[in-house]
């Protein structure tokens, strides 16, 4: 083979595995860097670099070392490498993706993409409008919140996340008189990370037409445990718990990344998808910035902070703010998954196609089935007095619903090699 063919073979090597290898898993990322002699030493020197913002802190021949270490590890497997929401040793990995990933460090301006992996999620609609369908006979006004939480009570996963986060987060503790904020904001990202997202959205996203209805919907997180205080600490400081966090910073990232508004998009959404907007709003849901409907006369959402006496930060704190109350991709994602909501609803309302056949279902009413909102969150609305808490904890998934990371990442080295060898065959012509 000559010198060109050997090139050749080598960039096209290398797109191969940048191709491949896209998307990999950090934990497996950071295992295969700490495991090469060239890749080990530089992570080392990056994490010495960002520990505690200490970069900064450095002489300049230090912070040369820490923008050669960051340039060199842009080519390894960290470069690119991603986490999923509610994985299990989330926070590690999210950790690694951030060790690399900086606003800017030592001159070098890395744009804060998105931490997580994409997931594409289809609402089931035609699921809950069975399970529903028979609690909208005789009745005048069909409560969207109602159907929803019966939806969520026959399904198992659904019913039981439920119920443990409404029991972490309606108990009083004995020796406060006041409700474990901690508790029951693990238990919220445990059911909004595990729980598909076609329970979780109409549950947090029915659409209601009357006062009633809508303080039901701002009770489904219950926020007199989860967020709110007596006063609502400033933005700016909540933002800064988030971010020194980093499973909220990411989330957060997630959050600005698909959500990010757009004027030239006809959606609002310059990513131009309802569905992980919606998902990533979720994902705040237990932090220090989570955020609810406002009140139960519109349907405007924001987390419980102001940006009252923000001084020298107040710009910067009305455009944190500005993402949850001035948002027309948020708002577009919100009024669209609720106008389908309701159109699913003029559907169910005839006759729904059973699962595996043509026939249709008689619709018959069975009140006694039927748990309300009423009935399970009772206790919830008197409001309690909290303090600010820093969110602490981590939102994991059983193993047995993850994918092995090493093995993926194993078939995909493998599919590297048979690649590498036909360009061989091919170049040498035999």
Request: hydrophobic share 35%; charged share 20%; glycine share 6%.
């Given at each position: 083979?000559?010198?060109?063919?050997?090139?050749?073979?080598?960039?096209?090597?290398?797109?191969?595995?940048?191709?491949?290898?896209?998307?990999?898993?950090?934990?497996?990322?950071?295992?295969?860097?700490?495991?090469?002699?060239?890749?080990?030493?530089?992570?080392?020197?990056?994490?010495?670099?960002?520990?505690?913002?200490?970069?900064?802190?450095?002489?300049?021949?230090?912070?040369?070392?820490?923008?050669?270490?960051?340039?060199?590890?842009?080519?390894?497997?960290?470069?690119?490498?991603?986490?999923?929401?509610?994985?299990?040793?989330?926070?590690?990995?999210?950790?690694?993706?951030?060790?690399?990933?900086?606003?800017?460090?030592?001159?070098?301006?890395?744009?804060?993409?998105?931490?997580?992996?994409?997931?594409?999620?289809?609402?089931?609609?035609?699921?809950?409008?069975?399970?529903?369908?028979?609690?909208?006979?005789?009745?005048?006004?069909?409560?969207?919140c109602l159907d929803a939480a019966k939806a969520c009570n026959v399904d198992d996963l659904c019913q039981k996340l439920r119920t443990e986060y409404v029991s972490a987060c309606i108990k009083h503790t004995a020796?406060?008189?006041?409700?474990?904020?901690?508790?029951?904001?693990?238990?919220?990202?445990?059911?909004?990370?595990?729980?598909?997202?076609?329970?979780?959205?109409?549950?947090?996203?029915?659409?209601?037409?009357?006062?009633?209805?809508?303080?039901?919907?701002?009770?489904?997180?219950?926020?007199?445990?989860?967020?709110?205080?007596?006063?609502?600490?400033?933005?700016?400081?909540?933002?800064?718990?988030?971010?020194?966090?980093?499973?909220?910073?990411?989330?957060?990232?997630?959050?600005?990344?698909?959500?990010?508004?757009?004027?030239?998009?006809?959606?609002?959404?310059?990513?131009?998808?309802?569905?992980?907007?919606?998902?990533?709003?979720?994902?705040?849901?237990?932090?220090?910035?989570?955020p609810n409907y406002a009140d139960n006369s519109t349907s405007n959402v924001a987390p419980w902070c102001s940006c009252s006496a923000s001084g020298s930060t107040r710009e910067e704190c009305d455009h944190f703010?500005?993402?949850?109350?001035?948002?027309?991709?948020?708002?577009?994602?919100?009024?669209?998954?609720?106008?389908?909501?309701?159109?699913?609803?003029?559907?169910?309302?005839?006759?729904?196609?059973?699962?595996?056949?043509?026939?249709?279902?008689?619709?018959?009413?069975?009140?006694?089935?039927?748990?309300?909102?009423?009935?399970?969150?009772?206790?919830?609305?008197?409001?309690?007095?909290?303090?600010?808490?820093?969110?602490?904890?981590?939102?994991?998934?059983?193993?047995?619903?993850?994918?092995?990371s090493t093995s993926s990442h194993n078939l995909k080295l493998e599919a590297v090699f048979s690649l590498v060898l036909s360009l061989l065959h091919l170049l040498y012509g035999q």
């Open positions: 083979m000559d010198l060109w063919g050997v090139h050749l073979l080598l960039l096209i090597t290398f797109a191969l595995l940048d191709v491949i290898l896209a998307g990999t898993d950090c934990l497996v990322a950071g295992d295969l860097c700490s495991s090469d002699e060239t890749c080990s030493p530089r992570l080392r020197t990056l994490r010495q670099c960002v520990a505690g913002n200490g970069s900064m802190k450095l002489g300049p021949g230090a912070r040369s070392q820490c923008a050669n270490a960051v340039s060199a590890l842009l080519s390894s497997p960290l470069h690119g490498c991603q986490c999923k929401r509610g994985m299990k040793k989330e926070k590690n990995c999210l950790s690694i993706y951030w060790s690399l990933h900086q606003s800017i460090i030592h001159g070098l301006n890395l744009v804060e993409s998105y931490p997580y992996e994409t997931v594409q999620r289809d609402y089931d609609y035609v699921r809950l409008a069975s399970i529903t369908a028979d609690s909208d006979v005789g009745m005048a006004t069909v409560n969207r020796k406060s008189g006041l409700c474990n904020r901690p508790k029951c904001n693990k238990a919220l990202r445990r059911f909004f990370d595990r729980v598909p997202a076609d329970y979780t959205h109409q549950l947090l996203f029915c659409p209601c037409t009357d006062t009633a209805c809508a303080e039901r919907r701002r009770q489904t997180i219950v926020p007199s445990c989860s967020y709110e205080s007596v006063d609502k600490p400033n933005c700016i400081t909540q933002m800064r718990i988030c971010k020194a966090d980093y499973v909220c910073r990411s989330r957060l990232a997630q959050f600005q990344y698909d959500c990010e508004p757009s004027e030239t998009s006809a959606s609002g959404c310059k990513q131009g998808n309802y569905g992980a907007c919606l998902l990533a709003y979720t994902g705040l849901i237990g932090s220090t910035i989570t703010l500005g993402y949850f109350t001035d948002n027309i991709c948020l708002k577009n994602a919100l009024v669209m998954f609720e106008s389908e909501t309701d159109q699913q609803s003029i559907v169910r309302q005839t006759s729904i196609p059973s699962h595996g056949s043509g026939e249709t279902w008689n619709i018959t009413s069975q009140p006694e089935t039927m748990e309300t909102m009423s009935n399970f969150l009772d206790t919830v609305i008197p409001t309690q007095i909290l303090g600010n808490e820093q969110l602490v904890g981590l939102s994991t998934l059983p193993s047995d619903s993850l994918h092995d």
